[in-house]
């Protein structure tokens, strides 16, 4: 997998929009941006993934850049329960039944702060 | 439906023990990998397995191990315990064929100190 750098920590303020960036200059054309983040005390939790256009869910948006070197996670009103660490992570993008799987490759990761 | 649950959600263990995790995955889910998180490594990938068989691994030494059941249902085992051990270990399931969308549903974790 190719690897990603993202900003150690970034700060907050509640109900403010939160742009997390992510570098990926060496992705390949299969793949796929993917985001999760992790809570204090639970899990990695699923964000938000996507190929080349941006994408849009309840939880965030991903916009990507046109060269696909680089891409934004976009909190569009952060809230205290937002305050967690954000992976950005590259993965292919097809599996098929004979193929190894493919492991995700955390980084360090983006600690988020939010304040009231 | 229910999500990844892993047993037990702490546990304490003395080196030179072994120690046997599980992992429940979501119904229908085939695939179920395993991470180490530790403050100092972060979140290592440790092995997955598919329809009962290891079809990835991570650099991690032979005293980790792991197997699947037919129901899907996975353990892992960690023998001769060492101090630096200690760590949450999480379990994820996903599908694990077709569209590769990442989406790993992960479970809340066991946390494993080695005194």
């Known amino acids: 997998d190719a690897k990603t750098t993202q900003p150690n920590s970034m700060e907050s303020n509640e109900e403010e929009p939160v742009h997390l960036p992510c570098n990926h200059s060496?992705?390949?054309?299969?793949?796929?941006i993917h985001w999760y983040r992790q809570l204090p005390s639970q899990g990695p939790e699923y964000v938000i993934h996507g190929l080349t256009s941006n994408v849009n869910n309840r939880m965030a948006s991903l916009a990507i850049a046109e060269d696909r070197k680089s891409s934004t996670l976009i909190l569009h009103r952060a809230t205290l329960r937002d305050a967690a660490v954000y992976y950005c992570i590259l993965r292919e993008s097809i599996l098929s039944v004979g193929q190894a799987g493919t492991a995700l490759i955390f980084g360090k990761g983006t600690t988020l702060s939010v304040s009231s | 439906k229910a999500g990844v649950t892993q047993t037990p959600r702490y546990l304490i263990k003395t080196r030179g023990q072994q120690v046997t995790l599980s992992c429940s995955p979501i119904?229908?889910?085939?695939?179920v990998s395993w991470y180490q998180q530790t403050p100092g490594q972060g979140l290592q990938f440790l092995f997955e397995?598919?329809?009962?068989?290891?079809?990835n691994k991570g650099n991690f030494p032979g005293r980790f191990s792991g197997r699947q059941f037919s129901n899907s249902r996975s353990e892992m085992n960690v023998s001769t315990l060492e101090l630096g051990d200690s760590a949450l270990y999480l379990c994820a399931s996903s599908p694990g064929t077709g569209e590769n969308t990442g989406e790993l549903f992960f479970g809340e974790g066991s946390r494993l100190t080695v005194l």
């Open positions: 119904s229908g889910h085939r695939s």
């Open positions: 060496t992705i390949s054309g299969t793949d796929y």
């Open positions: 397995y598919f329809s009962e068989t290891q079809r």
